[in-house]
């Protein structure tokens, strides 16, 4: 028998000629529906569109040929996990971008979702689709981002979109859908979050987590509190998601702060931080108390912010955590602290005072290794 040729460069090499086929298709396609060319962009969103549409079902052939080609996972399923980062090349179907929209495409009755930005076109031609087929559509967003132009699109549509007006943000990133399905993290729902900062999301498949959300959502959607307006009682702020324990803040009325270092005072070994903004004070001296008794502290800070008046890079370095800052051009925009390798804590909750007394924010402690390697992998990827 011949050699055979090396398995991940053929995989490559048959997932682009996979790509750029199925691009072709959908130009095709779309000129041959309108009868005219279009546009240079339209024409590289549908034929995108098209691509990702096909490629699930053509990866099943190609990996007859190519046994290391990586495969579309299934629909999540109760007590499923599912972990993504960005940014994503716009190309691959294995993108961040790719899974958000898939989530939106899958919707049979309900979206409810808390964008403190909507500038991601896809996802609302997604939207408004979903809206004129019959699936209740309901947008929570911050009066920063009202003037939008996805935003706009899916209020002509007839969406629903109730802005916090406040001063502070409604800095959410969170959709719930079908009442079973929760994303969340620190990925704004616009070109920069989803293809040029660092950032990352969970897709967990629980009810009860659905129903914390959902319970978070109508106290902004339904009555207009936002910040310390009252807020209703979460209904499973502990829960169990297959076997892993799970704990669901939302800033400010959960006292999130409190949690976190609740977190970092059990660490053993390693405490990992990624931080977009980290001026906490409480925080970074509960880091240094963990120093003090051998933890190994290390974190990464966006540049842009680190060396300012109150950022606690300078401040932790001196005492020992191992600082660096991010290298992206663009920007480092988690808000992600591993403990041990055991704990993950994530959401849109900077470490900082106006998320934890003004803002409206959302925060997960996921208790599981497996999701908090994948989370240190990422830190690991962006040190310099």
Known sequence: ?????????????????????????????????????????????????QAKESLGETLDKAKQA????????????????????????????????????????????????????????????????????????????????????????????????VFDERSAYMHNKFCVVDDAHVWTGSTNVSQNGLFKNNNNAVLIASEQLAADYTTEFDEMFQRGRFGKGGPDETPFPRLVVDETNVECYFAPEDHVRREIIDEIEAAEATIDFMAFSFTSSEIAKAMADRIQDGVVVRGLFEKSQAG?????????????ARVGLDTNPHTMHHKVIIIDTETVITGSYNFSQAAETRNDENVLIIHAPDVAQKYRDEFESLLP
Not at 36 to 45: G, L
Not at 308 to 320: I, T, V, Y
Request: charged fraction near 25%.
């Open 66 to 161: 190519a046994p290391d080609l990586p495969t579309v996972r299934p629909w999540p399923a109760a007590g499923d996990i599912r972990v993504y980062f960005a940014p994503s090349q716009p190309l691959n179907p294995f993108g961040i971008d790719h899974a958000f929209l898939r989530l939106l495409e899958r919707a049979e009755h309900a979206i409810c979702a808390a964008f403190y930005e909507l500038q991601f076109e896809r996802a609302a031609e997604v939207l408004i689709a979903k809206h004129e087929a019959g699936v209740r559509v309901a947008i929570v967003s911050d009066s920063d981002y009202r003037d939008r132009d996805a935003v706009q699109a899916c209020i002509r549509a007839g969406i629903r979109v």
């Open 308 to 320: 300012s008046k109150h950022s606690q890079d300078e401040w932790l370095a001196q005492r020992g």
């Open 1 to 49: 028998m011949g050699k055979r040729p090396k398995g991940g460069l053929r995989s490559v090499f048959l997932l682009l000629l996979i790509l750029a086929a199925s691009v072709a298709v959908g130009v095709a396609h779309y000129v041959l529906r309108t009868g005219r060319a279009p546009e240079v962009p339209r024409a590289a969103s549908q034929a995108l569109h």
